[in-house]
């Protein structure tokens, strides 16, 4: 069993984090190019001020329709991420034909 201040902590961590779904519907034939190029995302994401963490779930109902949850200390974090260059050069992988529509994405706040 851990120390309190130790449980007390991890649920601090909880207390405005905010996590973004991002919904993608890939073309048929360029899923293999669509994870591969997330996963480089991923990576990258792990050096950005504020990110905490992000997973990629494919649709077993759906192929080729993604999820990505990805975690941040807050709202603010992840929107700043949106305006930088960083953000620009990490997603310039996905500009090709890629997608079957426009991404969807919602926020949801942990308060």
Request: net charge neutral; hydrophobic share 35%.
């Amino acid at each position: 069993m851990g120390s309190p201040f130790i449980q007390y902590r991890r649920c601090d961590r909880l207390v405005g984090m905010t996590t973004i779904g991002m919904h993608y519907d890939v073309i048929p034939g360029k899923e293999e190019e669509f994870e591969k190029g997330f996963l480089a995302v991923i990576e990258h994401l792990k050096t950005v001020t504020g990110h905490i963490e992000s997973h990629m779930y494919e649709d077993v109902a759906s192929v080729g329709s993604y999820v990505i949850l990805s975690q941040w200390d807050s709202k603010e974090s992840f929107e700043a991420f949106l305006k930088s260059e960083a953000f620009a050069k990490v997603t310039a992988w996905g500009r090709t034909e890629m997608l079957r529509g426009r991404p969807r994405h919602k926020v949801y706040l942990n308060q």
